[in-house]
């Protein structure tokens, strides 16, 4: 049983570009969260999402972010006109809804 | 969600137990323990989680006091790859929408 799945490994964009992250749970989970870390900082939620829903998003920055888990395929973190304070790892975990959550390896972006 | 209190750091050494305390004094009767460890920018990793009882697992053992108020993760025989930020965090299980503090730096030291 694959883990989570966490693509690319590492990013780099533009100020201004658009940077896409992609998530695919583990089997048999319908249950997806998205944390992010800052540099020399602790993971801070961002969004929890199941199949077609945005559960809660409290932890979003208001612009520019978004998050979706469509019927098919991964979930998708979008962070549109980045700018360099998005430089980050981007991790990704999911759940049988129950206990323990289990993290992919994160998304490195960099913004240059 | 309640908050946890964990020293910033501490040492180990190599083949001993590091015993990781975590302080929990405003934990809800609905809340879990949980403790997960995250070793050098990887992704986070699930150790173990409690409600009111002890626990072990092939990982680690979870000491919980019996007001539910403090806690202790006991790895116990430390190796060199056991070096990492070990976080307690306590959850309610309404979603894993966990609340990362900033977690005990443990250094594993030959």
């Known amino acids: 049983n694959a883990g989570v799945m966490q693509n690319p490994r590492h990013l780099v964009r533009r100020r201004g570009q658009e940077a896409r992250l992609r998530c695919s749970p583990m089997?048999?989970?319908?249950?997806v969260y998205w944390y992010r870390q800052l540099p020399e900082e602790g993971l801070k939620f961002m969004v929890y999402?199941?199949?077609?829903?945005?559960?809660?998003e409290s932890g979003m920055p208001k612009e520019r972010f978004s998050a979706e888990f469509p019927k098919e395929g991964p979930s998708i973190l979008r962070i549109q006109q980045v700018v360099r304070g998005d430089s980050a790892a981007y991790f990704c975990?999911?759940?049988?809804?129950?206990?323990?959550?289990?993290f992919g390896q994160g998304t490195r972006l960099t913004v240059v | 969600d309640a908050k946890t209190t964990q020293p910033p750091s501490m040492d180990c050494a190599e083949g001993r137990a590091a015993n990781l305390p975590c302080n929990h004094s405003?934990?809800?009767?609905?809340?879990?323990v949980y403790w997960y460890r995250q070793i050098h920018s990887q992704g986070p990793q699930y150790i173990i989680h409690g409600l009111k009882n002890n626990e072990t697992n092939e990982m680690a053992s979870l000491i919980i006091t019996e007001d539910r108020k403090s806690s202790t993760l006991i790895l116990p025989h430390a190796t060199l790859r056991d070096t990492a930020v070990y976080y307690c965090i306590v959850d309610n299980n309404a979603g894993n929408m966990l609340t990362f503090g900033g977690g005990t730096r443990l250094m594993v030291k030959p």
């Open positions: 975990a999911s759940s049988p809804r129950g206990f323990e959550a289990f």
């Open positions: 999402l199941q199949k077609e829903n945005i559960i809660d």
């Open positions: 405003t934990i809800s009767g609905n809340e879990y």
């Open positions: 089997k048999g989970h319908s249950h």
